[in-house]
């Protein structure tokens, strides 16, 4: 595992210096999604939720409404080990974003983390060889911040939410969800963000959704400059699900609506 790790940052440093690769990019600081609306129409409770990664925000949120289990997966490696660093940011500085991703803060954040899972150790692993190769390096370079969103989607009682986080391990799959991959196991909601507009929305796709979703499960996805699901995603999923749209909602933008998401309910 280690040696995987040191992969990751080896990869990570050739990113820092400018080296394209689909699996290492630059992490959202925060969503741009409109999660309370989003999410305020499901319940959660006691439910097993795949989960993009993304900025992590979605993830605590689930946790936040009751969730039982949340796995993630994102083709970005980079979220995973972003996440580490808000997940510990809230438990041990009390604060639901970590302010400034720098050499200080990540060094110093690391020397009170307790690592409770082998989660958080690959990611402690990880952090602590990276700065020891890219020392006072600008890691906010890595960070993408929509200061606009922040505030719509902080969850502002993180005693509750760190209650909910102690009892509450994590996994990490790094897949691309438009291709074919293999997980035993099956969850009541499968959270896509608006991965349909990042990938071919086709008969793997869906074939990727109907084997990971119980029945009756949801597909929850978010609009971000679209308007609901694409003719051709409807089409796709229409013999075994039903599609619905979510009602639109202020988004704080002083002058639009915005429809927050949309979902499907398998047969």
């Not at 040191?6 to 050739?14: A, G, L, P, S, Y």
């Not at 799959?173 to 990938?199: E, G, P, Q, T």
């Not at 609009?223 to 979510?246: N, P, Q, V, W």
Request: net charge negative; glycine share 4%; aromatic share 20%.
């Amino acid at each position: 595992m280690k040696r995987e790790i040191k992969r990751d940052v080896f990869h990570t440093i050739n990113f820092f210096n400018g080296k394209k690769n689909i699996n290492y990019g630059r992490v959202f600081y925060n969503s741009n999604e409109i999660l309370y609306s989003l999410f305020e129409s499901f319940d959660f409770k006691n439910k097993d939720i795949f989960s993009v990664m993304g900025s992590g925000d979605q993830i605590f949120h689930f946790i936040n409404r009751g969730a039982l289990n949340v796995d993630t997966f994102d083709i970005n490696k980079l979220t995973k080990y972003y996440f580490c660093l808000r997940l510990w940011s809230i438990k041990y500085l009390n604060k639901y974003y970590p302010g400034s991703v720098n050499y200080d803060f990540i060094s110093n954040l690391l020397s009170i983390v307790e690592v409770n899972s082998q989660f958080e150790k690959e990611a402690y692993i990880y952090w602590s060889i990276l700065l020891k190769y890219l020392d006072h390096y600008n890691y906010e370079h890595i960070l993408i911040n929509d200061e606009f969103s922040m505030s719509r989607n902080r969850i502002d009682d993180l005693e509750e939410l760190k209650n909910k986080l102690n009892n509450k391990s994590f996994s990490f799959k790094n897949i691309d969800f438009s291709k074919n991959f293999n997980i035993d196991r099956n969850y009541d909601y499968i959270f896509l963000s608006n991965i349909k507009d990042w990938v071919c929305v086709d008969s793997t796709y869906r074939n990727n959704i109907d084997k990971l979703l119980r029945p009756g499960g949801y597909v929850i996805c978010s609009t971000l400059g679209s308007y609901g699901a694409s003719s051709d995603e409807i089409m796709l999923l229409d013999m075994g699900y039903d599609y619905y749209e979510l009602p639109d909602v202020y988004d704080g933008s002083f002058t639009d609506y915005q429809m927050p998401g949309y979902y499907f309910v398998k047969k």
